[in-house]
């Protein structure tokens, strides 16, 4: 049974960083891609991004802000938020799917953490 954990999270203030941490356990590190999405109050959940072939992919909305790094000893994700803005704020989850290739999509991922809240305040 794959278990996807998120960590991290919490409050920050505009500007400042927050670090997330995912682990997918049971999946194999060599052959899974795990990615995270955030859902913003109002809004549709969307992509923040993931790790492959070395390089951070972020979407628009986070680009030059934040970014990834992948333990393929662990098999964890962790996403670095720099210069946190107030439309931020939201529940993050982490997603996994099997396989080497990352894909923007959500309905690519099988697994799925609970979710872990940001807020970013003024």
């Known amino acids: 049974q794959v278990q996807v954990v998120e960590s991290g999270g919490g409050t920050a203030q505009v500007g400042g960083s927050l670090r997330l941490s995912c682990t997918a356990s049971?999946?194999?590190?060599?052959?899974?891609?795990l990615a995270w999405f955030r859902q913003r109050p109002g809004k549709e959940r969307e992509d923040v991004g993931f790790y492959e072939d070395g390089k951070s992919r972020t979407s628009y909305a986070v680009e030059g802000r934040f970014t990834f790094s992948r333990d393929f000893t662990k098999n964890t994700l962790d996403l670095q938020m720099n210069a946190l803005k107030p439309e931020d704020s939201g529940m993050y989850y982490c997603a996994a799917r099997k396989g080497r290739i990352c894909h923007w999509f959500a309905y690519k991922y099988n697994y799925w953490g609970q979710g872990i809240q940001v807020t970013v305040s003024a």
């Open positions: 049971t999946l194999p590190a060599s052959d899974s891609c």
